[in-house]
């Protein structure tokens, strides 16, 4: 058995994936296409990350050089993270500007990753367009797709990948990993796991004061919502957007350094690459930040639901269970219910690039509707 990289560690609940991926980085047998396949929240995008850092770190993946450190902060010019910029999946455009990248040589690396999210939205001109590059890819060039199942993907771009499928992880498993690495306590863990959704993710949300405190934040202004006006809904949307900015603030600051120091070393075409990929950084992270306050507010819905059922489980925001009880007390089930979906339309509205203060605003007063009149009485 291998020597597991240090960067692998974090798929201990996806044993297979890792040690697959562990034996190929060590026999030196790197594909130059996967596609990682599995639900989501088992991890796939951990793994994608963790194998570029395989692959970028001059150590095979030690996970504390300064390659490994850019890798899995999303802020190394040589690992491109792409996702659909329109409701109907990738532009060709997009594709195009990934195909014209390719042949160009790494900045700081020996090779380079491009990492394609939500490869089931690859279609028509755009999966053509990238098709003769995934059949002949520079020898420096990984190409890591991840998509919920094979089905999904045009088989023309699946037919060009090693496939990796990827486990559901029980809820149990995820909670105790979380517990181990993160040292916490369960009802933390629990939180951390409803709000980040895998356990790599879970350590960095509680590592992070800000993103806790979005979380905080989201949770009371819904508490509050059936008391609230129109304006006060408005107010509370800025809030919440200004508590999701507060991580990105500090990491535009960290880039902006970075920016400098390299500006001594750095061609213009290579600072144009780096400001380009911090810019594409900036926006998955910001995206990341609103898809982790909506599902603390999904979390804290139905822990209200379960409530309103006189579901005897426990709550997963005990922080908040006096709310969760007041609030269950004085509204029906179906309003509830119409308060989730109105949290999953303002999901949806973040992957089709609605603008995220305004989706926040729309489901802020959906939420206040469905829970001050009940559905059914309208």
């Not at 951990?46 to 993946?61: F, H, K, S, T």
């Not at 993160?182 to 350590?203: F, H, M, S, Y």
């Not at 594409?280 to 898809?291: K, N, Q, Y």
Request: proline share 6%; charged share 25%.
């Amino acid at each position: 058995m291998p020597k597991v990289p240090a960067a692998l560690d974090c798929l201990s609940y996806q044993p297979r994936v890792r040690e697959f991926l562990a034996a190929a980085v060590h026999e030196g047998r790197i594909s130059q296409a996967y596609l990682f396949v599995g639900p989501p929240g088992s991890g796939k995008t951990e793994a994608a990350r963790a194998l570029a850092q395989c692959i970028i770190c001059p150590n095979g993946g030690d996970g504390s050089c300064d390659e490994c450190i850019r890798v899995r902060h999303n802020t190394h010019p040589d690992v491109r993270v792409l996702a659909p910029k329109s409701a109907r999946g990738y532009l060709i455009a997009q594709i195009r500007e990934l195909i014209d990248d390719v042949p160009l040589a790494p900045i700081r690396a020996a090779s380079k990753v491009y990492v394609i999210t939500d490869a089931g939205l690859l279609r028509g001109a755009a999966a053509n367009a990238l098709l003769k590059t995934l059949e002949e890819p520079p020898a420096t060039v990984v190409f890591i797709l991840i998509a919920r199942t094979v089905a999904q993907v045009m088989p023309t771009i699946a037919s060009r990948c090693q496939h990796v499928p990827f486990r559901v992880i029980a809820p149990e498993v995820a909670e105790h990993s979380i517990m181990q690495s993160a040292g916490v306590d369960l009802p933390t863990a629990r939180i951390a796991l409803a709000v980040a959704g895998t356990p790599e993710q879970a350590k960095g949300f509680l590592a992070s004061a800000d993103r806790r405190q979005a979380r905080r934040i989201a949770i009371r202004t819904v508490t509050e919502l059936m008391q609230d006006d129109d304006w006060d809904v408005i107010i509370a949307a800025k809030e919440i957007m200004e508590a999701v900015h507060a991580p990105i603030i500090e990491l535009k600051k960290a880039q902006e350094a970075a920016a400098g120091e390299g500006a001594d070393y750095l061609a213009a075409s290579a600072l144009h690459q780096l400001a380009d990929a911090n810019k594409r950084e900036l926006t998955v992270r910001e995206r990341s930040g609103m898809m982790e306050m909506l599902a603390a507010v999904a979390s804290f819905l139905r822990d209200v639901l379960l409530r309103s059922e006189g579901v005897l489980q426990p709550v997963v925001n005990t922080d908040f269970a006096d709310a969760v009880k007041r609030i269950a007390c004085a509204v029906n089930t179906d309003g509830v219910v119409h308060a989730l979906d109105a949290v999953r339309e303002a999901q949806d509205d973040i992957v089709h690039n609605v603008t995220p203060r305004l989706a926040v605003e729309v489901m802020l007063f959906r939420i206040k509707e469905a829970l001050t009149c009940p559905p059914l009485s309208r």
